[in-house]
């Protein structure tokens, strides 16, 4: 390892990890099997930060919290030496979509905390989102289904939906979640819409 000057900054021991890290080969050990895609985990290079950062006497802190100011929910990695501190990352939250609330707690602090960590150490490795941004069309919405939904819901909560789920158009909604939103509503024609819910 390379000798450490005693007298470093703050912002002086941030860069050098960041540097040290550049040149290291950080290896994909997380895949997703629903996608066929590989990503960093944390473990992939959290030991060498952790390492890196204790022989410069620094101390990252991760945390979430909701900013009184504006009422969103933040992740935030904050680092600290001496009487020294810094915040290197900062981003808004967002929900995990998932049917258990533990699990959907401890993924979105999972996936904050990583992006944290990368962020503040500027790993740029191509990432899971880059791979998620065109899902398999055989796990999309059908256009069955997709009619469906135009005739059970107002244009209205389609758009809330499109928010829920983090997308901009119907034609991104799985296709699992679609049948789910058939189900959760009569077919019935007294209950069916008449406003259709393209756009």
């Known amino acids: 390892m390379e000798s ?3 007298e470093q ?5 941030i860069q050098e990890v960041r540097y040290l890290i550049s040149k290291e080969s950080i290896k994909k050990s997380g895949f997703n099997d629903h996608l066929k895609f ?3 985990e944390l473990a992939d290079f959290e030991p060498l930060s952790v390492e890196l950062f204790w022989e410069r006497r620094v101390t990252p802190i991760f945390k979430i919290y909701i900013n009184p100011s504006d009422g969103v929910e933040y992740a935030s990695l904050m680092v600290y030496k001496g009487a020294e501190s810094m915040e290197i990352a900062l981003f808004p939250t967002a929900e995990a979509m998932m049917s258990n609330p533990i699990q959907s707690l401890g ?5 904050c905390r990583r992006y944290a960590y990368m962020i503040g150490l500027c790993l740029s490795v191509r990432d899971s989102v880059d791979s998620m941004a065109e899902p398999p069309k055989a796990n999309l919405v059908t256009n069955e289904q997709w009619a469906m939904i135009n005739k059970l819901y107002t244009k209205d909560e389609v758009k809330a939906m499109y928010k829920d789920l983090g997308i901009t158009n119907g034609k991104q909604i799985p296709r699992d979640v679609a049948q789910k939103m058939i189900d959760n509503k009569s ?3 007294k209950e069916a819409t008449t406003e259709k819910a393209f756009f």
């Open 9 to 13: 900054t703050l912002l002086e021991s």
């Open 187 to 189: 077919i019935s024609d």
């Open 107 to 111: 993924s979105k602090i999972t996936y």
């Open 4 to 6: 450490i000057k005693q």
């Open 38 to 40: 590989s990503y960093v």
